[in-house]
């Protein structure tokens, strides 16, 4: 059991590692936004770099920046969720309400949104893909990449929360508070 919640935990550590990384990105964000506004405004655009452009990358940048934190935010437990079905629960019918939810839905969604994301991706870059507008972004395929880098993302969370509900039903006493540990909101 132990060996299950140390796995658990380095997946987290690397989903953490990546929003992180990516959440740099929100500065990076609000400069582009805040660049654009004002050469609209002034008329002025950077000559190979029109609006168009800009604001291309803008939403590439804002996608990236998302899915960067898509995974970690379901370790953490900070997804958006309907509470009102497990709020009366205990914490271990709320762990066997994950776990059905986890095989039920997420699992087959990851596996059927992965393989088709990739699919996307690789369509993608073997066109060499640009945008549709005549002076927009070249290379799509880098934003189609990073979906299915998400989507991989969201099944490791999926994995590590798993792994951290079955040694939190499982396991003996002290790793199960472990287990459930900071991450839950219902302790």
Not at 52 to 59: A, G, P, S, V, Y
Not at 70 to 82: L, M, P
């Amino acid at each position: 059991m132990r060996g299950l919640l140390a796995l658990s935990q380095g997946i987290d550590r690397a989903l953490e590692a990546a929003a992180r990384a990516t959440g740099w990105l929100f500065l990076v964000l609000i400069g582009l936004i805040f660049f654009d506004v004002v050469t609209r405004k002034a008329g002025f655009q950077l000559p190979l770099f029109g609006s168009t452009r800009l604001q291309e990358l803008e939403w590439h940048v804002h996608a990236v920046l998302f899915m960067g934190w898509i995974g970690y935010c379901y370790v953490r437990n900070v997804h958006v969720r309907i509470d009102v079905f497990i709020a009366g629960l205990s914490p271990r019918a709320q762990a066997w309400l994950e776990i059905a939810g986890i095989f039920l839905f997420a699992v087959p969604y990851c596996l059927v949104t992965i393989h088709y994301s990739y699919d996307f991706f690789l369509t993608s870059f073997l066109q060499n893909e640009s945008s549709d507008a005549p002076n927009g972004l070249a290379y799509r395929w880098i934003i189609k990449f990073f979906l299915f880098v998400a989507l991989v993302g969201v099944l490791l969370s999926v994995i590590s929360v798993f792994l951290r509900k079955l040694v939190f039903l499982m396991g003996p006493a002290d790793l199960a508070r472990e287990a459930q540990g900071p991450t839950s909101r219902h302790q």
